[in-house]
């Protein structure tokens, strides 16, 4: 997949997967972090796979200026079955969440899509963040990724970043974890219908 985009085989690869909405309010849209970061890093050997479509795609590509199609490499959509492939690709993905009473109390299935490949995440400072972290994650400072901390952040980590760090983290990543276990997940939501349907049963019984 590397040799398909063009990308070295030892070249430090951050990506990401998603839908690229544009949202006018803060003038961002998935990929936007990974764009501003390659563009502030001085990392010869570091590279940005963007995988997804939408209007904040053609503003991105913009943003990229001359590092497009070299250094910042936009896929477009994809078929489901090839994601596995792309994300194969990366070294980093990166899970852009507001800290705020949205970002600060939900994730998206991206994170078991990552973690089920081995892939290390980069996030911003959320819940999520603490609660899960078994040495797979990296947490950057700023209130969003579209905060300039934040951004300045993941710019410095990618240049800094060794394979030594780099292997431990994926290590971590590929060990299992029970949240994101099927059955796990299956019995949990299983117990929580049962119950709601118990309240409800009782409730009507009571009247």
């Not at 700023?142 to 780099?166: F, M, N, S, T, V």
């Amino acid at each position: 997949m590397r040799a398909k985009l063009g990308i070295p085989a030892g070249g430090l690869v951050a990506g990401i997967v998603g839908s690229l909405a544009w949202t006018k309010t803060v003038g961002y849209s998935y990929g936007l972090e990974l764009v501003e970061a390659l563009r502030r890093c001085q990392r010869l050997d570091a590279y940005a796979v963007i995988v997804g479509d939408g209007d904040g795609r053609k503003r991105l590509e913009q943003l990229a200026a001359d590092d497009l199609g070299t250094k910042i490499i936009f896929t477009g959509s994809i078929p489901n079955d090839q994601v596995p492939h792309y994300l194969a690709a990366m070294d980093i993905a990166s899970l852009p969440q507001s800290v705020d009473r949205v970002g600060s109390v939900r994730y998206t299935t991206k994170l078991s899509e990552y973690l089920a490949v081995g892939l290390p995440v980069v996030t911003g400072r959320i819940p999520m963040a603490y609660d899960l972290d078994e040495g797979w994650l990296w947490r950057l400072p700023g209130k969003a990724p579209w905060d300039d901390r934040y951004i300045d952040a993941l710019a410095k980590l990618i240049a800094r970043l060794d394979a030594h760090e780099l292997i431990s983290k994926r290590s971590a990543a590929l060990s299992k974890m029970r949240e994101f276990d099927r059955d796990r997940q299956v019995a949990r939501a299983t117990d929580f219908i049962s119950d709601l349907l118990a309240d409800r049963v009782a409730a009507n019984g009571s009247h």
